[in-house]
């Protein structure tokens, strides 16, 4: 049983020492020149603006549209809007809007999910899960999440590497 304990325990650790070090790492993009922050990474690519715009509203759905229903016996509630729609909206805020503000939205919303899965109890964090018919543990639904953030991650190094 403690065994198990100090599994959870670390679960929980793992995530959220994971969303401190997004946060670090979009706040170290407020050194990025106007040039480098509104620029493609890539041939039909958003911009890092864009892409880091685009994680907000996502969070934001996760903490009002899943986490809530992890702990009750009903369905995820279906989204009122497309995943496109979603990231169409996110992206054009971040082509509009000041770099300083994208980010300050970014560490606002990050912060947030911070506390939120602060309260998620450690026994919780085994407990199966069902989203788009696909059954998993709320750890593997949020060790999901950080993978996609660490390659949107790369993506930006790798262009920021390449334009140097």
Known sequence: MVERRIKLFNHKEEILFHIQ????????LRNLSEEEWRQ????????????????????????????????????????????????NEAAFFGRTRPKEEVIERFIMTRKKLLETILEIEEADWEKNIL???????????????AAYDEKCFKQIDSHLMVNE
């Open 131 to 145: 989203i788009a018919g696909k059954s998993m543990t709320i750890y593997e639904y949020f060790l999901t999440l």
């Open 21 to 28: 070090r997004s946060i670090e790492y979009v706040e170290s």
């Open 40 to 87: 493609p990474i890539d041939d039909e690519k958003w911009s890092i603006a864009e892409m880091i715009a685009h994680f907000q509203p996502w969070d934001e759905l996760m903490m009002e549209k899943r986490i809530p229903y992890f702990f009750t016996r009903g369905t995820l509630p279906k989204l009122s809007i497309s995943e496109n729609e979603i990231n």
